[in-house]
């Protein structure tokens, strides 16, 4: 409220910081974007990517997993050799000490240290140190730390833990879920906030302890100036969020009640011991308060045997002195929560746009998701980083990146002037964007090794219509149709499932149908690849099929089979499904509206005539004695699908069950277009059409 009492102008040069990343973003993306998947698409077929996108924080992303890779790769192993000894003291347990050295890579010194060793029977104390230590709370929380903790103790990826966080704010569970900042205001209520936990189960004995001692003040952290830390809103339950959204509301509270607490407070307590002329330390950890631990019990110190009571000059039996050989071991790959603290360090994304990057590159099959949220690069991730490093290291190094963000931060302050930011790194990127065409054989080069040529990719499936061989599906993302013989290659619809249609041909290119389809409860329709890709007539567009075809006498075609105006969309019409007998149907060519009806038919035709009352075209349909549901025993039938009393009951509407939302099943958005020789006006909707409507579909 007091915010909105007191509204003052919006910061320009803020707005402006942002407009010049947006449009820095969009146009170096895009340009690379485009330029790399036309270029390796149009040679190369098992890619297995529909976009070989670049991005300026995208890419250094990307950057960070294949460098970890590289070092994995180039990793050799060494030999070391570790002297560990055992000693005793009348305990139960003998204690286990570590050499002063640590290791040695040498097998000779080894033996040496080992063999002037081993002649002592009993080990000296030299020392005994108490030390009480404490292990501090955790700072306020903000959306980098919660992302990183999900990801390593929660198991969950970036993007679903930010999509939940964001459940959870709507639903008035937390605070807003989008801050940089690890520092409570002056002003912030957190005795009012605690006392909202004090009835939860799970914690309300640690809540109300905290309250009836005083809470502790909270650690200072960093004000971005942006917005609170996350916090609970409300109390709340397993059963009232459920699975992950409740495992990630625990955390956030718990850590909330962690950065009130007191530190852990624990003694340690070293020893060190004189084995011959080589000394040995072993340390014993007791916990003395364990203060936010209780509430965080996985960040609590470890329950250690403690030592017994003794002194400098003591003897400790030797039970045990070998030596041992190990080999040093590679690191492991990237985890989401070790690329997060590498993007955070280096200035790539923002706490908002983190999640998106490392969605980004798992999208694009660039990383793939291993056991422990550990990050591995794909073959083609591998080969797109080692090409810009060779054409040119800063397109995928976080340096330049880190650079433009500092010329957005000083328009922001109004440091540094808007236009002259903008040219002069877009200057940059062009000169980068001209030498990256011109050298891209050097990436082709990497791509050679690791793909194959589109002409040995795929199987034959359909003929060419200009030099009659077959052309080779392409079955791997994105899917598509090669000709080998004209070096021509032809996009299809994606997601979904393509086979060659009855060995039809198109009557406008003599190039053979393939039919597409979603499953066998979606939507599926004919195309023709050459008409799919270069649009036949000037009122259609491209990536449309069969159904929206306006050729006027193609039996195939939106003219022959469009039956009328979808019932939903209001855009789309409904085409008669002719390869979908015997549980015939018609969909829309727009939306994913399906009407199943005259299931068990013999033949089902789209008639020239059209009825009446809403202009539908009638529809002839043809079933078999034994199964007909005709009155009287008839077999044959012609009326309309919405009107016709007949057919009332032989019905029935769905929604098509698409594998992927993004379907593209055609693009173009034509006015309601019914069947015939040429263009028919909208279909009416009399209002007892729709009430007829509501009786067959409700």
Request: aromatic share 8%; with cysteine; hydrophobic share 35%.
């Amino acid at each position: 409220l007091n915010a909105m009492n007191r509204l003052g102008e919006p910061n320009k040069n803020e707005a402006l910081s942002v407009d010049a990343r947006q449009e820095l973003d969009l146009r170096i993306g895009c340009a690379f974007t485009r330029f790399q998947t036309k270029y390796f698409q149009g040679k190369y077929g098992n890619l297995d990517s529909s976009l070989i996108s670049f991005g300026p924080c995208q890419t250094p992303t990307l950057g960070f997993c294949v460098e970890r890779h590289d070092k994995i790769q180039s990793f050799k192993p060494e030999t070391y050799w570790v002297l560990q000894v055992k000693v005793s003291h009348g305990q139960e347990h003998p204690l286990s000490l570590d050499w002063d050295r640590v290791r040695v890579f040498d097998r000779e010194i080894a033996q040496m240290f080992i063999n002037i060793t081993k002649t002592a029977k009993e080990a000296q104390v030299e020392s005994v140190s108490k030390k009480e230590k404490a292990k501090q709370r955790p700072q306020a929380l903000n959306t980098v730390e919660m992302l990183r903790v999900a990801s390593s103790a929660l198991g969950m990826g970036p993007q679903h833990t930010m999509q939940i966080a964001e459940r959870l704010y709507t639903q008035g569970y937390i605070s807003y879920p989008r801050t940089e900042t690890t520092h409570y205001p002056e002003n912030f209520d957190l005795k009012g906030t605690l006392k909202q936990q004090a009835n939860n189960p799970f914690w309300a004995d640690t809540v109300k302890t905290l309250l009836a001692e005083g809470i502790n003040r909270p650690r200072k952290g960093a004000d971005a100036g942006d917005h609170p830390p996350i916090t609970p809103m409300r109390s709340a339950t397993e059963s009232e969020l459920g699975g992950d959204a409740w495992r990630l509301y625990e955390y956030i509270t718990r850590h909330f009640i962690a950065t009130i607490s007191h530190d852990c407070k624990y003694l340690q307590t070293s020893i060190a011991f004189s084995v011959g002329p080589e000394m040995f330390t072993t340390t014993c950890k007791e916990v003395i308060s364990p203060g936010f631990t209780e509430i965080m019990p996985w960040q609590g110190i470890p329950k250690e045997e403690s030592f017994e009571s003794c002194q400098r000059g003591d003897k400790f039996s030797v039970d045990e002195m070998k030596l041992v050989e190990k080999q040093t071991c590679p690191p492991d790959y990237l985890t989401e929560a070790e690329l997060i603290t590498l993007m955070e360090k280096h200035g790539i994304g923002t706490d908002a746009s983190i999640p998106v990057h490392i969605n980004n590159v798992c999208q694009r099959n660039y990383v793939t998701v291993e056991s422990g949220r550990r990050l591995k690069p794909t073959s083609l991730g591998i080969v797109l980083v080692h090409g810009y490093y060779k054409i040119d290291a800063e397109l995928v190094l976080p340096t330049i990146r880190s650079a433009v963000e500092k010329q957005l931060n000083l328009i922001a302050q109004g440091k540094a002037n808007f236009q002259q930011v903008l040219d002069h790194t877009l200057d940059i990127f062009k000169r980068k964007f001209h030498y990256f065409v011109d050298s891209i054989a050097g990436m082709d080069e990497l791509m050679e090794v690791s793909f194959s040529p589109l002409a040995a990719t795929g199987k034959p499936l359909s003929r060419c219509g200009k030099c009659h061989r077959f052309m080779k599906y392409i079955q791997a993302k994105p899917s598509r149709l090669h000709c080998s013989h004209c070096d021509d290659t032809y996009s299809l619809p994606q997601n979904g499932t393509i086979k060659l249609y009855k060995e039809l041909r198109c009557p406008l290119d003599d190039f053979e149908l393939v039919l597409w389809s979603s499953g066998s409860r979606g939507k599926s329709y004919p195309l023709c690849p050459y008409c799919y890709n270069h649009t036949p007539f000037r009122d259609m567009k491209k990536g449309m099929g069969c159904n929206e075809c306006t050729h006027p006498t193609c039996q195939h075609s939106l003219s022959m089979l469009g039956i009328a105006q979808c019932v939903e969309c209001e855009s789309g019409v409904m085409v008669l499904d002719s390869t979908s007998g015997p549980k015939w149907k018609m969909a829309c060519n727009k939306c994913n509206v399906i009407v199943h009806f005259f299931e068990n038919a013999h033949r089902v035709r789209v008639s020239a005539e059209t009825c009446e009352a809403c202009d539908a075209a009638l529809v002839h349909v043809d079933f078999n004695k034994a199964k007909s549901p005709l009155p009287a025993d008839q077999t044959q039938h012609t009326g309309c699908v919405f009107c016709d009393s007949v057919f009332q009951d032989l019905v029935e509407l769905k929604h098509a069950t698409m594998k992927h939302p993004m379907h593209k099943g055609g693009q173009g958005r034509r006015q309601g277009r019914g069947r015939g020789r040429g263009r028919r006006p909208n279909p009416k909707k009399p209002k007892d059409k729709m009430a007829a409507l509501a009786a067959y579909f409700v």
